[in-house]
T-cell receptor, first 110, second 114 residues
Framework: EDKVVQSPLSLVVHEGDTVTLNCSYEVTNFRSLLWYKQEKKAPTFLFMLTSSGIEKKSGRLSSILDKKELFSILNITATQTGDSAIYLCAVLYAGNMLTFGGGTRLMVKP | DTGVSQNPRHKITKRGQNVTFRCDPISEHNRLYWYRQTLGQGPEFLTYFQNEAQLEKSRLLSDRFSAERPKGSFSTLEIQRTEQGDSAMYLC????????????FGPGTRLTVL
């Protein structure tokens, strides 16, 4: 059965801390892995990863994929209260379906 | 705003009633997807369309769930004989036909079944 598992389930940090969120997957016919940020409504796209070892960066956020070990990490440096959200990992595989993990709820305290 | 829109944003209904939700995708997007998200979980894929063709519907949760996209533009998701366990956020997303990994999500319809 295809599955995506995220850890930790939740995380509380203080502003300025660095966090690492984890996503492991088991799917057939992997195509890409995506990270989303979800605040109170729709998930918003952060990164798409298709190749191992190539880091994607956007400001304080970065992500990398390991297709051999079947996992990805999302790093957030110098966290701010505005980073508080649920971070979702999803895998696209054959059939054009996204399978999501359960998410990591991040709370950044001032 | 030319993003994905969903209506209504909130729906409260009594158990046993039928409900219908609408999704209007980004205008040039051929593909339209429906997901369900329950509290504390990630979105769960339900079904998707390419133009008016429903290409995957085996993930619909039961035969009480159905979806249509009659003209290849907007789509509707209907739940018949609602149950309390149907309470969730129903999300719609759209993409170009060759970009299933770039799905744009709508704001969702939150369903509460009393």
């Amino acid at each position: 059965e295809d599955k995506v598992v995220q850890s930790p389930l939740s995380l509380v940090v203080h502003e300025g801390d660095t966090v690492t969120l984890n996503c492991s997957y088991e799917v057939t016919n992997f195509r890409s892995l995506l990270w989303y940020k979800q605040e109170k409504k729709a998930p918003t796209f952060l990164f798409m990863l298709t190749s191992s070892g190539i880091e994607k960066k956007s400001g304080r956020l970065s992500s990398i994929l390991d297709k051999k070990e079947l996992f990805s990490i999302l790093n957030i440096t110098a966290t701010q209260t505005g980073d508080s959200a649920i971070y979702l990992c999803a895998v696209l595989y054959a059939g054009n379906m996204l399978t999501f993990g359960g998410g990591t709820r991040l709370m950044v305290k001032p | 705003d030319t993003g994905v829109s969903q209506n209504p944003r909130h729906k409260i209904t009594k158990r046993g009633q039928n409900v219908t939700f609408r999704c209007d995708p980004i205008s040039e997007h051929n593909r339209l997807y429906w997901y369900r998200q329950t509290l504390g979980q990630g979105p769960e894929f339900l079904t998707y369309f390419q133009n008016e063709a429903q290409l995957e519907k085996s993930r619909l949760l039961s035969d009480r769930f159905s979806a249509e996209r009659p003209k290849g533009s907007f789509s509707t998701l209907e739940i018949q004989r609602t149950e309390q366990g149907d309470s969730a956020m129903y999300l719609c997303a759209s993409s170009l036909w060759d970009s299933a990994d770039t799905q744009y999500f709508g704001p969702g319809t939150r369903l509460t079944v009393l």
